[in-house]
C-alpha cells in the first residue's frame, strides 16, 4: 500500500490527518446544540382595567403606590424623590408591613424603555408581585 | 472462496463517514439556531431579576416585538404592523379559545417608552392583562457569592433606615 520512499518504515503519510478537523466540528456542534434550548426570561407585567366611573369607589390613594420616572431618569415613589440604588431597600421597606405588594409604574415617554425595565427588575427584586403600567390612555380612562 | 493477494490491513478507523455525518449535523444546527427565535432579533434589557417564561418559547406564543427605530412586529407570523394600533384586532382573533392570555413583548432596550406604551394600550384594548416584558438575564450576575452580597448588602440597607 504505502510507497517506500528514503527507507523509513512507514512512508510518508499521504492522507489528511483528521483529528484536529474532527475535534473543531465537535466543538462546532456542541456550541451550537447549547445555543438552541435557551429559555427566554421575563419580567410580568400587568396592564391595569381603568376604574370604572360608575360603580366603583377609587382606590385608597393612600395605599397606591406609584413609581414615577421622569424625563432625566431621576425616579419618585408617589411624591417622595428616590433614586435607581434607594429604589428596591424602600420599597421594601413600604412593603414590609403590607400583604398585597402592588406597584404601579409609569415612565416618561421619552425614555428609552431599560429605563423603565430596570425599575421594574427593581421591584421585582423587592419581592413586589404585581407591576402595573400605567399608560397615558389609562390616565385618560378609556 | 477466492481469495486474491489483499492489500495490508488498516488498522485506522475509517473517519471520512463519521465527518460526513458531523457536518451534517452541525448544518442542521446552524439552519434550525435562527429559526428557533420568534420575533425579529432585537438588544435586550439586562435585567438580575427576571422569571423564567417557558410559554413565550411556544410556537403558537404571542409575542410583540419592539424594535429599536420604533417597528412593531407580531408574532405567530412575524408579521410588521404600520402601527400598534392594529394590534387590538389581532390580538382579539389570536386570543379566542385561549386559557392563557399573556401577551409577550420583546421590546429593544433603546426602544422610547412612548411605542411600548402605545402598544400595551392597544393590547389592553384587545383584552390582555398579563404582560410578560422579555429581558435577558446577565450570566456573570448569577454567582452565589455575589448573590449573598447582594443580600447582606439589602439587609444591611434595610436596617439602617
Known sequence: ?142 | MEKKKAADPVADINVTPMVDVMLVLLIIFMVITPMLTHGVSVDLVKTKNPVTMQAADKEDAILISVTRNGGVFLSPGNVKLSGADQLPEKVRDLLTNRVDKTVYIKADARSKYSTVEDVVDNLRAAGVNEIGLITEEPHENKTPQQAAADAAAAKAAAAGK
Do not use: W, Y
Open chain 1, 1 to 142: 500500500m504505502s510507497m517506500n520512499v528514503g527507507g523509513s518504515k512507514n512512508g510518508p503519510r499521504c492522507d489528511i490527518n483528521m483529528t484536529p478537523m474532527i475535534d473543531i466540528l465537535l466543538v462546532l456542534l456542541i456550541i451550537f446544540m447549547v445555543i438552541t434550548p435557551l429559555t427566554p426570561h421575563g419580567l410580568e407585567a400587568l396592564a391595569p382595567e381603568p376604574p370604572d366611573k360608575k360603580n366603583q369607589t377609587p382606590p385608597d390613594q393612600d395605599r397606591t403606590v406609584v413609581i414615577v420616572i421622569d424625563k432625566d431618569k431621576s425616579m419618585h415613589i408617589n411624591q417622595e424623590d428616590t433614586d435607581m440604588d434607594k429604589l428596591g431597600p424602600r420599597l421594601e421597606q413600604i412593603f414590609k408591613t403590607r400583604a398585597e405588594r402592588v406597584v404601579f409604574v409609569k415612565g416618561d415617554p421619552d425614555l428609552e424603555f431599560q429605563s423603565i425595565a430596570r425599575a421594574i427588575d427593581v421591584a421585582k427584586g423587592a419581592q413586589i408581585d404585581k407591576v402595573g403600567l400605567m399608560t397615558p390612555k389609562l390616565e385618560a380612562g378609556n
